[in-house]
Nanobody
């Protein structure tokens, strides 16, 4: 069983930055593929960024160039650094973990474990 706890959300002005963290339980964190997803009110959940067990990273077009996903296996934590935030980035952000070994996982049903989420609000 994997438990995920996100933190770091909040209210920020457009153009600002936030760093989200996701702390995971489990002794095999280094083998998990980790992802960040977001869901805005009235919209479907969408993929934001992912990082494989080997450190390969991949991003949604909306995040590419502004967001950076990273992981610290010693601390069982994955991060999402978000820069140049826009009002359309406003959403509840959740991290997810998968025990699949595939390098790229962009779909929610490929992940078996989810955190509760942290709210990000970007004001214009």
């Amino acid at each position: 069983q994997v438990q995920l706890v996100e933190s770091g959300g909040g209210l920020v002005q457009a153009g600002g930055s936030l760093r989200l963290s996701c702390a995971a339980s489990g002794r095999t964190f280094s083998t998990y593929t980790m992802g960040w997803f977001r869901q805005a009110p009235g919209k479907e959940r969408e993929f934001v960024a992912g990082i494989s067990w080997s450190g390969a990273t991949y991003y949604a077009d909306s995040a590419n160039g502004r967001f950076t996903i990273s992981r610290d296996n010693a601390k069982n934590t994955v991060f999402l650094q978000m820069n140049i935030l826009k009002p359309e980035d406003t959403a509840n952000y959740s991290c997810a973990a998968s025990t699949r070994t595939a390098a790229i996982l962009k779909f929610a049903d490929q992940y078996g474990y989810w955190g509760q989420g942290t709210q990000v609000t970007v004001s214009s």
